[in-house]
Nanobody
Framework: EVQLVESGGGTVQAGGSLRLSCAAS????????MGWFRQAPGKEREGVSC????????AYAESVKGRFTISSDNAKNTVYLQMNSLKPEDSAVYYC????????????????????WGQGTQVTVSS
């Protein structure tokens, strides 16, 4: 059974940093693509960043490029999202997602392409 457990959310002032973690189990982590998505109230869920665990290929939404960094620790079956220079518009529930790795899945970083999801963690950035 695929399990994804997010942690690291919280409240931070604008300009601050947070690191989200997603602990994965129940599937061959090295063969998967992992993604971070977010959903703000009244908005659709959007892709933030995705990574191929096997080769490290990454993709980022334009709105977070240069501020967020996705990484994976294969020994710990964990994917991280380091978020710096946070803005109030980054406030949302952040979800971790997983599916079999494919270059197009990573590049598109679209929620429709990911079949397994975590429960989400709230990130609130105050101005």
């Amino acid at each position: 059974e695929v399990q994804l457990v997010e942690s690291g959310g919280g409240t931070v002032q604008a300009g601050g940093s947070l690191r989200l973690s997603c602990a994965a189990s129940g599937f061959p982590f090295d063969d998967y693509a992992m993604g971070w998505f977010r959903q703000a109230p009244g908005k659709e869920r959007e892709g933030v960043s995705c990574i191929s665990v096997s080769d490290g290929t990454t993709a980022y939404a334009e709105s977070v490029k240069g501020r967020f960094t996705i990484s994976s620790d294969n020994a710990k079956n964990t994917v991280y999202l380091q978020m710096n220079s946070l803005k109030p518009e980054d406030s949302a529930v952040y979800y971790c997602a997983a599916d079999w790795s494919h270059v197009l899945r990573v590049r598109s970083c679209a929620q429709a392409d990911f079949g397994s999801w975590g429960q989400g963690t709230q990130v609130t950035v105050s101005s």
